[in-house]
């Protein structure tokens, strides 16, 4: 766990359990689990909808894991250059 303090900027990859729910929306890509007809639903092919039941669920999954994740504490190290430090015409 991070002591950092809030309002800081994320540096670097933070791994968290809830970032494996994005896997659930990456299943899509694997035509194989759902190349059929059947079952139908109201006349609807399942290729057909089990896509679209992906379509809801993926943004079900990234909504999850933005809301659980937005408050996550961030990195402990200050920036090196603040924006003062960026003048465009000063010269060193």
């Known amino acids: 766990?991070?002591?950092?303090?809030?309002?800081?900027?994320?540096?670097?990859?933070?791994?968290?359990?809830?970032?494996?729910?994005?896997i659930i929306p990456l299943l899509i890509l694997v035509t194989p689990l759902f190349n059929f007809d059947e079952p139908r639903l109201i006349g609807m092919p399942f290729f057909?909808?089990?896509?679209?039941?992906?379509?809801?669920?993926?943004?079900?999954?990234?909504?999850?894991?933005?809301?659980?994740?937005?408050?996550?504490?961030?990195?402990?190290?200050r920036d090196e250059l603040g924006v003062d430090d960026l003048d465009e015409g000063e010269t060193r």
């Open 48 to 77: 057909y909808w089990f896509q679209l039941v992906f379509v809801f669920a993926g943004v079900l999954c990234t909504g999850i894991v933005y809301w659980a994740t937005r408050k996550k504490p961030t990195s402990e190290t």
């Open 1 to 22: 766990m991070s002591t950092a303090k809030p309002g800081r900027r994320v540096r670097g990859f933070q791994f968290s359990a809830w970032n494996l729910l994005l």
